[in-house]
């Protein structure tokens, strides 16, 4: 019957005063029943712990205000369930959906599927129910008023009176239900004998009122408050405000302890001066309490390096550490990463949404696929992954990947239909590079199309019946079986995963109960997702219970109540971090907040926070900020700051500009240490077996970098693989068969040769619709050779027979190329008729008496012959395939090679051992394949319908002129890349200025030269 409010500074012994009174209360009847409402866990525990050490807690519960409401209810015979986060998630949106289709919805109406919406409605309805405010009171406020409150005013109602049709409450509701119970029954908590409330630093008026009738029901209430009666001090201003408000709705005996704080020197002296308007004294430190970091990722890594100081150097448990910042979003993942690291266990207030989960995640991209219309590369990662079984193995998705790349899949179930079908059909006339422009890997040559097309076939039916609307239980219904063929449950193997499984659950049972409420209504797959998203949004994760054990507590400055810490670090003062950035609530303004009782939004008492989180200390107090924001500039630091700087002299502040003078002990982790000692060179830590090894293969590193940072690429960490000599000189003996583009390859970049011919890596490159490089190579290569070689059969003009021959080619060509046409194919025909067109035209202008002999000619190819050069270091074979042999009246030959792209097609191109094709074509024409002398060759660059600059009859170099200097510089380029090729030198050194885009190596090497224009 009689309530107390003890109010003092912090650390002063409210709560042991609390445990004497509850000492006092079961010495006086051992069988009393005590309640104590506390605000969070981590003062619940705390306050077990005391209440132990003082003797024993028999007959106290310990526990939050929602547990003793549903005490008071159950004592009341009464019992409600309490909806879930997601089933409350799932009746907002559902309850604006109604509003919204009954017409009234205007002003939201445009944001009404917005999942930002339903959290913010979520929000503010707790807030009405907080603050006491009845529907028919909201309705009858807004009544006239503008649209938005009038129609959020709607919405609350209808939400409650879903609620009320289901029969279970919201947790704000509960408080309601438990003050009904109080006044109907002014018995329900008589046996009560002493009601605790400790740790809180403010009241809702559900709260208080719920206080009020408990306290008149129980024999005795003390209520505890930090802060100072009559205080004008800032950081006092919250407490004050709630003194009145208790005082008011609860007429308390106001109390107060007389003990000093117990609290460590520094955080005692900022207890008493920190923004104190009075003279302040200022106290000297021989320790720092306040670092000041380069960036937030620096300031996180300090804070924990600090805590595992303590830890380590004076047994600190890491339970009796927390961390404390206003923008936890930014720092959580800062903080994981360090103590990663560090090998530190985090526990924090705030969880990750269940739908970042890796294993929700997985399963969210695996339904939107149809959705999407099955993206390949979301399609194959799909397939890969971990958590289902599609019942095909390993090497069946590399194999469907190689199919991806061949077909060129880039997206849909047609796409792949259509490519079984052409894979099944398509004619590979060559196994290896014979000329860059018309090349193309059969990735899919030993693969069992059939078998793998049958293999897919069980996922392609996992999302053949979504077609059809249904309702949501059905769809959760289809979406267990889905799951559970998949094996998804099954394949669940770690605690993180098993409660990510256990939440997704509660979301779809909140999709099934929902539909109960507001009736059943079918929707089609699309907005199932949709629902199963938002739902899989508004459910968090629980933490494994192993992450939680002797954990430091990290949370938000404005959680920090209640709760002591031995040791406490303060993250983020610096401006606009810490005092937050107040802004008002667009949704709850300031003026219907003050007309309804709710908290204010703007001039929150955030000194009173800023006193509430040093004082969680009780010895060791780290308050940081990071001086320079992401863009490099100075970050001034918070007036909060500046106000504890106030108060220091001596070593108070620590700045923390480079590592390279840290004592090598402070290091936090191994990876810390051995960085560190790199940096000044030696490891002080030698005798560690461990770390000596990781020492040595730092060292290694060191040299692997100093080689590849030389201006010059040499020796065996740049490409020289003289101790393979021998095995290479075995590959490429001299039977092995050569062809231009490899040599070319070689003169290019002899890395690039290693990469591409040596180890035959590819480049991976996006997939994308339509003909590749190759194909249209291809293409243009077999309608020219078609054209000549029927003119020449039936005595016609090239040019008159070019549309109907390349109408047949473009015909087969999606078989016989290998692609799919696409809807720009009939376009892109006559565009690329257009083009063949011209060049042609031209081709045929500068043709003269010349007349075409041959076309497509191998050598060294199917039986046909190599050509041989015997050369200083021995004989070389090489083979190809010459696009066009042309003979003049005289006899004499010359050869013409088609090119799609126009660069690199010069005569310094030759001079330089860059291009190589022509004269070896020109050797093969005259000496392997006997076709008569070879007095000129050139390349034909189709796309431009002209001739290379590159000519052999007018080739030179400082040696001479003629195309005999033309063969002689490629003999001697020749000679030279196949003994060093031998020698095993593969320097990456691009011979131009900038590396080919085509090159395998481009995505890793460490000499790459952007810049390259693939023509
Ligand atoms: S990226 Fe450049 S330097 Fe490196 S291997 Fe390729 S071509 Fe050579």
Not at 509 to 529: C, M, T
């Amino acid at each position: 019957m009689t309530i107390e409010l003890l109010i003092a500074p912090a650390a002063t012994g409210k709560t042991a005063t609390c445990i004497d009174q509850i000492r006092a209360a079961q010495k006086e009847n051992p069988l009393a029943q005590v309640w104590v409402l506390v605000p969070n866990q981590q003062t619940a525990a705390q306050f077990r712990a005391r209440l132990a050490e003082s003797g024993g807690g028999m007959g106290v519960r310990i526990g939050f205000f929602h547990h003793f409401y549903q005490e008071i209810l159950e004592e009341n015979g009464r019992f409600v369930p309490v909806i879930s986060q997601a089933l409350s998630h799932r009746l907002i949106q559902e309850t604006v959906r109604e509003v919204s289709t009954s017409g009234d919805l205007t002003h939201y109406d445009a944001i009404k599927d917005k999942l930002g919406f339903f959290s913010v409605l979520k929000d503010s309805f707790a807030e009405l129910r907080s603050a006491l405010v009845s529907p028919e009171a909201f309705l009858d406020y807004t009544r006239g008023s503008t649209p938005a409150r009038h129609e959020l005013a709607i919405l609350y109602e209808r939400f409650l009176a879903h609620l009320g049709t289901l029969g279970w409450i919201d947790s704000e509701g509960q408080v309601w239900l438990a003050i009904e119970a109080l006044e109907n029954n002014s018995a329900t908590a008589s046996h009560v004998s002493l009601v605790v409330v400790d740790g809180f630093t403010a009241f809702t008026a559900a709260q208080r009122r719920f206080l009020k009738l408990l306290g008149q029901q129980a024999d005795e209430m003390i209520i505890t408050l930090t802060g100072e009666p009559e205080s004008a001090r800032m950081v006092h201003r919250r407490a004050q405000k709630v003194l009145q408000e208790l005082d008011a709705d609860l007429s308390p005996k106001i109390m107060t302890v007389n003990h000093p704080a117990l609290l460590g020197t520094p955080i005692l002296h900022m207890e008493k001066y920190v923004l104190n308007p009075e003279a302040v004294e200022e106290c000297e430190l021989q320790e720092p309490i306040m670092l000041e970091a380069r960036s937030q990722s620096e300031e996180a890594r300090e804070a924990l390096r600090w805590i595992k100081q303590l830890h380590v150097r004076q047994s600190i448990p890491l339970n009796r550490c927390a961390i404390y910042t206003a923008d936890l979003n930014t720092y959580q993942p800062l903080l994981r990463a360090a103590a990663d690291e560090f090998g530190l266990n985090l526990r924090f207030s705030q969880r990750d949404p269940l739908s970042e989960s890796p294993a929700i995640l997985s399963v969210l991209n695996l339904l939107t696929l149809p959705l999407e219309n099955y993206p390949t590369r979301t399609l194959l990662n799909a397939l890969h992954s971990p958590y289902f079984q599609f019942g095909l193995e390993n090497q069946d998705v590399e194999n469907l990947e190689k199919v991806c790349r061949q077909a060129i899949i880039v997206t849909g179930k047609e796409q792949w239909d259509a490519a079984w079908k052409m894979l099944a059909r398509k004619r590979q006339d060559y196994a290896e590079a014979l000329d860059e422009e018309r090349y193309r890997l059969d990735l899919t040559a030993n693969v069992d199309l059939l078998a793998l097309k049958q293999r897919l076939e069980r996922f392609w039916d996992l999302f053949a019946r979504i077609e059809s609307p249904r309702s949501q239980a059905r769809w959760v219904e289809w979406l267990e079986t889905l799951l559970s063929n998949m094996s998804f449950y099954d394949l669940i193997s770690t605690e993180r995963d098993r409660a990510a499984c256990s939440s997704l659950g509660e979301a779809l049972r909140a999709l099934v109960v929902s539909e109960k409420v507001v009736g059943e209504r079918e929707v089609d797959y699309g907005q199932f997702i949709t629902d199963l998203q938002s739902a899989l949004n508004s459910v968090n994760l629980e933490e494994p219970t192993e992450a939680r054990k002797n954990a430091v507590f990290i949370g938000k400055l404005v959680e920090a109540r209640g709760s002591r810490y031995q040791a406490v670090a303060l993250l983020g003062f610096s401006e606009g971090l810490f005092p937050i950035v107040e802004n008002p609530d667009p949704f709850l303004d300031e003026d219907l907040r003050k007309d309804l009782g709710l908290e204010p939004r703007l001039k929150r008492e955030q000194a009173s926070t800023f006193y509430q989180a040093f004082t969680r200390a009780n010895t060791h107090l780290l308050i940081t900020r990071p001086y320079l924001s992401e863009d490099g500039e100075a970050w001034e630091p918070s007036p909060y700051w500046q106000a504890a700087k106030a108060l220091f002299t001596g070593q108070a502040i620590i700045k923390i500009q480079s590592f390279e003078g840290r004592p090598q002990a402070e290091a936090a982790s191994p990876q810390e240490l051995l960085f560190w000692g790199v940096q000044q060179r030696q490891l002080i830590y030698a005798e560690d077996d461990e770390l000596q090894q990781r020492w040595q293969n730092l060292a290694n590193a060191h040299r692997i970098l100093d080689a590849r940072r030389a201006k010059h690429a040499e020796g065996v960490y740049e490409g020289d693989l003289f101790e393979q000599a021998s095995s290479l000189a075995q590959r490429y003996s001299a039977g092995h068969s050569w062809s231009a583009s490899r040599l070319e390859a070689y003169g290019n970049c002899p890395y690039l040769f290693f990469v591409n011919s040596a180890l035959n890596l590819e480049i991976s490159k996006p997939l994308e619709p339509g003909l590749d490089p190759a194909q249209v190579g291809s293409l243009y290569h077999r309608i020219l050779e078609l054209v000549y070689s029927e003119s020449m059969i039936n005595h016609t003009d090239p040019l008159e027979i070019l549309d109907s021959v390349a109408a047949r080619v473009f015909e087969s060509a999606p078989e016989m190329f290998g692609f799919r046409p696409s809807a720009l194919w009939e376009v892109e025909k006559s565009q690329r008729l257009e083009k063949l067109r011209k060049s042609l035209q031209a081709l045929e202008a500068e043709r003269g008496a010349w007349q075409p002999i041959a076309f497509e000619k191998k050598f060294g190819i199917q039986g046909t012959p190599h050509l041989e050069l015997k050369l200083s270091g021995g004989k070389i074979r090489l083979h190809g395939v010459i696009d066009r042999v042309d003979r003049n009246p005289n006899g004499e030959i010359r050869v013409i090679d088609y090119k799609t792209g126009s660069s690199h097609l010069g005569r310094p191109d030759l001079q330089k051992g860059l291009r190589l094709q022509l004269p070896i074509y020109g050797m093969a024409a005259q000496d392997a394949l006997q076709l008569g002398e070879v007095v000129d060759g050139f390349y034909w660059k189709i796309n431009d319908a002209c001739a290379s600059s590159l000519q052999l009859s007018n080739f030179e170099s400082e040696h001479g002129k003629g195309i005999e200097k033309a063969y002689q510089v490629t003999k001697d380029y020749i000679s030279k890349y196949v003994a060093r090729i031998q020698e095993g030198s593969f320097m990456p050194e691009p011979h131009n200025t900038v590396c080919p885009s085509y090159c395998p190596a481009s995505q890793w090497c460490w000499r790459y030269r952007a810049g390259y224009k693939n023509e």
